[in-house]
């Protein structure tokens, strides 16, 4: 039961959806340290969320349209078992992700009049080395280190975004060296486990270059900017923190073949800060811009049961909750907080190999969305899901 319950679990309860904790996809398990033996696994998850909002009665009112892309999620690892007490793994995942385009909308008829042509599309990746060390008393330790590199394109337009309609950022990939450090206990007899990991941030000096309607800032007239001489340049770097996280694993065995597991996730976005040179102290008549988007701090658990049907096959299921933070969000981030259900199951065709399968929904809260530029609501995000399928095969040798 063990085995296949948690291959299950450390595939589908990994934020597989448009809408967890800010930027979050891959949620950076380190479950794959756990499993037993010499142990390879590959996962793929492919999400179609369906998100879409309405503009407020000041900007027409009208159906911003579909505004997330379906996107995929890959993952693979191998962990190795060194001796009684000494293990290590090597995993690749894409931690952090947006693919957010509002159609440019027509008056009377469908796409955003207020956010049309706003865009977003963040890509990232993350090797992660780990070792662990367990001692007699069914005390473990963990850590290691976790290299990501991130890049981003950010366009604004509409009516809603003002002066700044037309802005572009381009941030090109950089990489930095993180750590993660954490400590377990461990009951074999009973199934329990519980598992506490600290993911520190990383910070990247991304290569940036800003235009307005195509024309580098560094291009533009003097007279733009209402001075004598233009202070801008249009090659710049941008200091980029991706946000501290700390991760609670759990599971205990309840009945004979039947194990209780979750986990709880916070995220400290907060301190997530991007601000382009020229995008941080444009003028627009009231103020300064100060960050292209804004993230609150936030949490996330799953809660699930896993059964033992057969010797080789085992189901489980699973409700997932992301706090709704009641503030205004970013068009570039346009949900808070949801409700999610997974169910799956975990088959081993041999003693050898695993293969798991899951299928996620969502539900994903009403966010009221504004922009940083005059802290104002400009539409109102109802009724919005996600369905996401995962697979991994295991293999053990």
Known sequence: MKTLVLTATS???????????????????????????????LSFGRIFPSIDGKDIALFGGQSSGSVAENYSQVGLGVKYQFTDRISASLSFDQPYG?????????????????????????????LQALGRYEFDNGISVHGGLRYQEIQADVRLAGAATGALSGYRGSFESDG???????????????????????????????????????????????????????????????????????????????APGTLLFGDIRYAWYGDTIVSPAFYDVAPDGVRNFDSLTTIEDNYEFNIGIGRQITDRFAG?????????????????????????????????????????????????????????????QIADFDDNSAISLGLNVGFRF
């Not at 957010?100 to 993350?126: K, Q």
């Not at 999610?340 to 969502?362: A, Q």
């Open 176 to 254: 930095d060296l993180g750590y993660v450090i954490g400590a377990a206990y461990e009951r074999p007899e009973i199934a329990l486990r519980v598992a506490l990991t600290y993911i520190s941030s990383t910070t990247h000096d991304l290569d940036t270059r800003e235009t307005v309607n195509g024309i580098g800032v560094g291009e533009l007239p003097a007279a733009a900017f209402g001075l004598p001489v233009n202070p801008f340049t249009t090659a710049t770097v941008t200091e980029v923190d991706t946000p501290e996280a700390i991760h609670l694993d759990f599971q205990t065995g309840i």
């Open 316 to 376: 489980f299921a699973s409700f997932g909750y992301e706090r709704l933070t009641d503030t205004l969000i970013s068009p570039l981030a346009p949900t808070d907080g949801t409700k999610s259900l997974t169910i799956g199951g975990s088959f081993e065709p041999t003693d050898r190999v695993t293969v798991t399968g899951g299928l996620r929904y969502d539900w994903i809260t009403d966010a009221d969305v504004g922009t940083q530029i005059n802290g104002l």
């Open 11 to 41: 595939l589908m309860l990994a934020p597989l959806a448009a809408d967890a904790i800010g930027l979050d996809r891959s949620g950076q398990p380190v479950t794959l340290l756990f499993e037993d033996g010499n142990y390879a696994e």
């Open 98 to 126: 947006a693919n957010i385009t509002y159609p440019i909308g027509t008056p009377g008829g469908e796409g955003s009049l207020a956010l049309g042509g706003t865009a977003v599309t963040i890509d990232s990746r993350a």
